[in-house]
């Protein structure tokens, strides 16, 4: 059982979080996103005490060129993107960066301008040289959008090896920070909004219609095994709710069986009736409903509430002829 300090540290760390607060193990680039009220020309000087408007951690840079909303947000024009983090170099030796970017973006090592992309521009790629040592060294990407098609992608190429994007295994962000939380509307995966809650819970808490959530951002599934940790990408441990709502998409008409392993409660409604139940307070225990469906998008809802020890949930389907496995962010949408 977690001290009561801990709860409190928690609660605070994660209202302290403009959207979303970011798991401290968590692998990848600490990403501070900035909605901006003007058009931009080049890099915008950001305020010292402006909040981002999404603070997440991003596995990696990897965005196609699109005139839809930032993936995982519902920035579209005017906004800028820091990515600060550390990467580890896996020899000496002579690295090739790129940066393909719309609009505007660069990059630095350990304080050293290596590439840059600025300027308007359609998706244009840009290239710098540096000799690094093995271990870790501080970098830093920036990113502007003003309006249109946005994109950026981020690669490298190390000693003896081919062209690759940026990956996850040698980024570690430098602090604290997860998740998409502003919505992407139409996108796949679920709008998760998170509740940091003052009391012991036995039950599915009643949220208040003007109540805001600590962490709002858009999970790909639910499928998060039991842990004493803080709920991944965020700095809730005890008493907290998360309702994830959405598009259910059935791929074919049939009997669809589905479960919700969770600890401590969960259930799952579709087209408004509840289909799994289950409820309590409990370790990690699974229960399955089943309901007939047409072919198609359904209306979902997900609840789950820890109250206090460990916590986990996870969301599985079984569809007609198929095995069992977790429902895929394919048939999600919000």
Avoid at 17 to 35: D, R
Avoid at 74 to 89: E, G
Avoid at 110 to 137: F, I, P, Q, R, Y
Avoid at 325 to 331: G, N, R, Y
């Amino acid at each position: 059982m977690k001290t009561f300090i801990c709860l409190i540290i928690g609660i605070l760390l994660s209202l302290s979080q403009p959207i979303l607060a970011a798991e401290k193990s968590q692998t990848g680039l600490l990403g501070e996103y900035y909605a901006l009220d003007d058009a931009l020309e080049d890099f915008p000087t950001i305020g010292a005490d402006k909040k981002p408007t999404v603070k997440r951690v991003d596995k990696d840079i990897n965005v196609d060129s699109t005139t839809e909303a930032w993936p995982g947000t519902q920035l579209v024009d005017h906004f800028y993107i820091r990515w600060t983090d550390k990467l580890r170099a896996p020899k000496d030796g002579n690295y090739t960066f790129f940066l393909e970017s719309d609009d505007g973006s660069r990059l630095y090592l350990d304080g050293k301008l290596v590439v840059d992309n600025g300027g308007l521009h359609a998706m244009e790629e840009k290239s710098g040289e540096t000799e690094l040592k093995t271990g870790e060294h501080e970098l830093k990407v920036e990113y502007f959008e003003n309006e249109v098609d946005a994109g950026c992608k981020f690669s490298w190429q190390p000693p003896g090896k081919d062209k690759e994007i940026v990956p996850t295994s040698v980024l570690s962000p430098p602090g604290s920070a997860e998740a998409p939380v502003a919505d992407a509307a139409g996108k796949s995966g679920l709008s998760g909004e998170y509740y940091a809650l003052d009391d012991a819970l036995e039950d599915f808490p009643t949220i208040a219609a003007d109540k805001k959530p600590t962490v709002k951002r858009v999970d790909k599934d639910i499928n998060v095994d039991s842990t004493t940790e803080a709920w991944p990408g965020t700095q809730l441990v005890d008493h907290f709710y998360i309702r994830w709502t959405g598009k259910l998409r059935a791929p074919k008409d049939g009997n669809y069986t589905f479960f919700l392993e969770s600890d401590d409660g969960s259930r799952l409604y579709l087209d408004g009736k509840l289909v799994v139940d289950n409820g309590g307070l409990h370790g990690m225990e699974e229960k399955s409903g089943e309901a007939e469906l047409k072919a198609g998008d359904h209306d979902l809802k997900v609840e789950f509430f820890e109250n206090d020890g460990d916590a986990g949930c996870k969301f599985s389907w079984q569809p007609p002829g198929k095995s069992k496995d977790t429902v895929p962010t394919t048939a999600l949408s919000h």
